[in-house]
């Protein structure tokens, strides 16, 4: 009989497509005011994530990009645009992404695999989501990439001249939490 419940299962997932196979929980608030800053991380099994993003203003008020890729320590931080905000908050909107719901996950068990988490802090409210082993539906998840398409854009163009610095997960996270 466990068998049988393991096929049928299989086969909804995979007839049924991701959004069948997926449970998702919570609600984000419409954001209001400006989009201050953004934060994803999507990582596998590895100690540092698969591929992270973070960007806020610095203390000179100037756009502030920390990124780091391929489970690696290193955070790297570059100059950005000063339109960035601008740029993300005409994504949210095309795709509604305060649409996202808080928690994705699949209806059934999965012990390993992927977790990813974006966060976009406006001046009031937030759009907070997260899936573990589960995405969102197309059309929320494409307004996802589409911001980190546009990060990972700006990293490509950067030239040494960009980079102010340097930093790691380590040190990071140990300062903020102490």
Known sequence: MKTVYIILSLMVCIVGGPRFGTKATGSNPKPEGAAVSYEYKYSNTMRFPNLWYEVMRGDDCGVRIAWSQHNEPEITIIRGPEDFFERVEAIVAEYRLY????????????????????????????????????????????????????????????????????????????????
């Open 99 to 178: 649409r996202l719901k808080n928690s994705y996950y699949p209806r059934m068990e999965v012990l390993d695999g992927i977790m990813w988490h974006a966060y976009i802090r406006f001046e009031k409210n937030s759009i907070s989501s997260g899936g573990s082993n589960a995405w969102p539906p197309e059309q929320l998840r494409a307004g996802i990439d589409a911001i980190n398409s546009y990060i990972q854009s700006l990293i490509d163009a950067s030239t040494e001249a960009d980079v102010l610095g340097h930093d790691d997960h380590d040190s990071r996270y140990s300062r903020k939490y102490r």
